[in-house]
């Protein structure tokens, strides 16, 4: 169990994390969602002990991270796949590790079993694929057999399959009662990874709530209805208590469904040329949510996207 | 003990330290074979006695002072020190057991290079003056070992409080080669702030050029002088240990 309460931090004039407070259950996957620069790796280094918060504490158990004696029998962490010495060899760098916590020297070959990289063991880190790279960083994290997992956007830059092995690997990981906090700027890849989600913005709390209940709040169902003359359907959906705006030629409506809307059109003697249930993406939904809470916008207007199936949210 | 392992398998475990040390024994042992070869000493000469063999070991010196500061200032580059203090999170004990891990061997390179540049200079140009007589001879040569050991702490307070391998190595080496010796150019006070430099300090420990008429009179005797350049390097390295503390990883 993590807990974050009031967690503050600033660089300079930057607020990177704004009173900041969750708490990372046992036994589950917990997303830690935010765009970029959204001060999530920043919360996992105070976790970590290694950034001091300007304010509020991080605990552990209910322990601050320096309070903990050999903690990597109680925390494992992989926040960067580059923190290794690229002269040293995959098992010389787990051999330090685990020796500094007086784990025993065959907990490295086990790891290294574990993520499949005993074949270059022996070969140094420096020349690691970015795959090998993270698989290494999850042998370190994995040495001491901790409770509680922390990792740091493990499937950036990973191929498909390497993807799904962490995915898969995690699962397991809280299947196993072990908290498990993994942060990720997708929400597609982690509303198929997390159980739990911390969605943050601007170094601020936005959600933290179940994956499902928070995918439901988030992709608000609409129904777009195309055809010659919405006039009068417009005025009465209107009076129904729905909210109507315009895409195109067309409307787009929530607050009500499709069945609801037929009726509707048939009583105004409406002819529709479309009646069409529509889902926003996930990406769009928490574009939506943390819009205002991104860190870098970029002007995607100006950009020449290519139509997109469904009409962009605003 | 675990810690000091762990420093250990860390220094080990990478090439580059075996490189710094051959370097480090290498260069003023092999310059002393060429001085040796052309020197002439008369007896009864001002400049003979035990310590000319060791002229050069200020090159030594230097290797090792970029030895030490690079053992942290690349855990800096490479964001292992990040790991270090995730698993010892203690700063202090993780730091103070990379500064014994390093200052062995540096202690070990002392000695090599003191009795390396003694060896080489004897086989080369024997004179009954070289032998190692009296304990002032001793010093000169075996006091290599705590002169280099006492260095690289210095030079790791240095690369705590600065951990950019680039920076610390330019502020080393050219306070050790240069800004020490210019010093005792500035007229009238430039002499006196001199006595008080560490590298002075150890040189004087070490005896080199002690027969020097500017160096008579000096505040402080040669064991005086050791006691003094370790407490330098032992408040650097305590400002660097508290600097890491205070600071983000
Ligand atoms: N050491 C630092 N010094 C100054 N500013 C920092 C530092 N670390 C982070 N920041 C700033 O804090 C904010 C949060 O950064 P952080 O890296 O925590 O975001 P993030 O959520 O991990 O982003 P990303 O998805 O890009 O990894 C950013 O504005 C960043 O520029
Ligand atoms: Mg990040």
């Known amino acids: 169990m993590i807990e974050a309460v009031g967690l503050t931090k600033s660089y300079g004039k930057t607020l990177a994390v704004d009173n900041l407070s969750f708490s990372v259950p046992t036994g589950r996957v917990t997303g830690f969602l935010g765009p970029n620069g959204a001060g999530k790796s920043t919360t996992m280094r105070m976790i970590l002990g290694l950034d001091t918060p300007t304010g509020g504490s991080a605990l552990i158990d209910g322990k601050r991270y320096r309070d903990l004696h050999q903690p990597l029998r109680t925390v494992g962490a992989l926040l960067d796949a580059k923190w290794v010495h690229p002269n040293r060899s995959a098992r010389a760098h787990l051999q330090w590790l685990a020796r500094s916590n007086k784990l025993p020297a065959k907990r490295v070959d086990e790891v290294l079993e574990i993520v499949g990289l005993t074949a270059v063991a022996g070969k140094r880190a420096g020349g690691f694929s970015l795959g090998m790279s993270q698989r290494l960083g999850i042998a370190a994290a994995l040495l001491g057999d901790p409770q509680v997992l922390l990792f740091d956007e493990p499937v950036n830059g990973l191929d498909p399959e390497g993807i799904l092995w962490i995915r898969k690997f995690m699962h397991r990981l809280a299947e196993e009662g072990r908290t498990v906090f993994v942060s990720s700027h997708l929400l597609s890849e982690m509303a198929l990874t997390a159980q739990e989600l911390v969605v943050i913005g601007r170094g601020k709390l936005i959600s933290q709530s179940s994956t499902e209940d928070f995918v439901a709040q988030a992709t608000e169902n609409t129904v777009l209805v195309r055809g010659p003359q919405l006039g009068h359907l417009r005025t009465a959906l209107g009076q129904a208590g729905a909210s109507v705006r315009d895409e195109g030629a067309g409307l787009v409506v929530s607050g009500m469904d499709c069945a609801d809307i037929g009726e509707l059109a048939a009583r105004t003697q409406t002819v529709l040329h479309e009646l069409s249930p529509q889902r926003g993406s996930l990406e769009e939904a928490f574009m939506q949510l943390t819009g205002d809470s991104v860190e870098y916008h970029t002007e995607i207007a100006d950009a020449p996207t290519p139509a997109t199936l469904v009409p962009a949210g605003k | ?249």
């Open chain 2, 1 to 249: 003990m675990s810690v000091l392992n762990a420093e250990r398998i860390k220094l080990l475990s990478t090439r580059s330290p075996w490189w710094c040390a051959l370097l480090a024994i290498a260069l003023p042992v092999g310059l002393t074979a060429l001085i040796a070869s052309q020197a002439q000493i008369q007896p009864g000469d001002a400049g003979n006695g035990v310590y000319i063999t060791q002229m050069l070991s200020s090159l030594g010196r230097a290797v090792v002072l970029v030895m030490a500061a690079l053992s942290i200032t690349s855990e800096y580059r490479f964001g292992t020190i990040r790991s270090t203090f995730q698993v010892v999170p203690h700063r202090a004990t993780a730091l103070l057991a990379k500064t014994a891990v390093t200052a062995i061997p540096a202690m070990l390179i002392g000695a090599a290079v003191g009795f390396g540049s003694w060896a080489v200079f004897q086989a080369i140009n024997s004179f009954p003056e070289l032998a190692l007589d009296t304990a002032q001879d001793w010093r000169a040569v075996a006091g290599q070992v705590l002169v280099f050991g006492i260095t690289a702490v210095l030079a790791l307070g240095v690369g705590m409080l600065i951990r950019q391998t680039a920076g610390a190595v330019a502020v080393l080496l050219v306070y050790a080669l240069l800004v020490e010796g210019l010093i005792g150019l500035i007229p009238k006070i430039g002499d006196d702030i001199q006595h008080w430099l560490p590298f002075f300090a150890a040189d004087r420990f070490l005896g080199l050029q002690d027969d020097i008429p500017q160096l008579r009179d000096l505040p402080l005797g040669p064991w005086g002088y050791l006691a003094y350049f370790a407490a330098v390097a032992a408040a650097v390295l305590a400002a660097g240990i508290l600097s890491a503390q205070r600071r983000d990883a």
